[in-house]
């Protein structure tokens, strides 16, 4: 069986609170959105950017937490049946084996201490049954896991939602409309939308010092395509 390592993942997906500086405020409202920070009437809709892309930032950690971290069914298999092993090689400290073990040992527990618990008013016999029953439960949920693949988890999936999430903002709010430049021939695209989405994507993983891949190419290749099915759009949603 594949030994699998301890895992933290939530069942649900929390953010801290970022805060953002005013040279990075200008740099995504104004330099890369192209969004006039000089009028007045766009201060609000900068400040209604700014919000969503802190709340997209500081949900990364909790998505790491939700999305990356998630067991696989080794995973659940390990939990169960345990990783530590006998002299004799049979797995020893897995919830199935601790279950079974204290089962044996309310079994032969001695009639002086069985007098002791009644004493005191507890009900020995239905905590044998309670303890039975989660045995049964472990060795259905043991079932169900024992059959299915476990493949190595997929890498950064939650940076890779996160980016989706960051790129939504970026093409809801983009307006700049720049001059095809040199600068474009020397990074090898000839659309400076795109090299305007790297930079948008770039600034705001920085915001909370979120590692970015080295190369522009290598960031927007995190963004969903067409051919992505539903499923390894993981936590996505579109705004």
């Not at 007045?40 to 990356?68: Q, T």
């Amino acid at each position: 069986m594949t030994k699998a390592q301890k895992t933290t993942g939530a069942s649900f997906w929390t953010g801290k609170i970022v805060s953002t500086t005013d040279t990075q405020k200008t740099e995504i409202i104004d330099n890369i959105l192209g969004i006039d920070l000089d009028d007045a009437e766009n201060h609000e809709i900068a400040e209604e950017v700014m919000g969503k892309i802190r709340v997209i930032v500081g949900s990364y950690e909790g998505a790491v937490e939700s999305i990356d971290k998630k067991p696989r069914p080794a995973n659940y298999l390990a939990e169960l049946n345990g990783t530590k092993k006998n002299k004799d090689g049979t797995l020893k400290d897995g919830l199935r084996r601790q279950a079974f073990d204290l089962s044996e040992t309310l079994s032969n527990m001695s009639y002086w201490m069985t007098e002791e618990f009644k004493e005191q008013d507890y009900d020995l016999h239905e905590f044998h049954l309670q303890l039975a029953g989660f045995f049964d439960v472990c060795n259905k949920i043991r079932k169900k896991y024992e059959d299915m693949p476990s493949p190595g988890r997929p890498k950064e999936t939650a940076k890779r939602v996160v980016v989706n999430y960051l790129n939504a903002v970026f093409e809801k709010y983009y307006s700049t409309s720049p001059l095809d430049d040199n600068d474009d021939e020397k990074d090898g695209r000839r659309n400076p939308k795109e090299r305007d989405r790297a930079r948008f994507l770039r600034a705001c993983l920085t915001i909370d010092n979120i590692k970015c891949p080295k190369t522009d190419a290598a960031l927007l290749s995190l963004l969903y395509c067409e051919n992505d099915q539903p499923e390894d759009k993981v936590g996505f949603r579109t705004f």
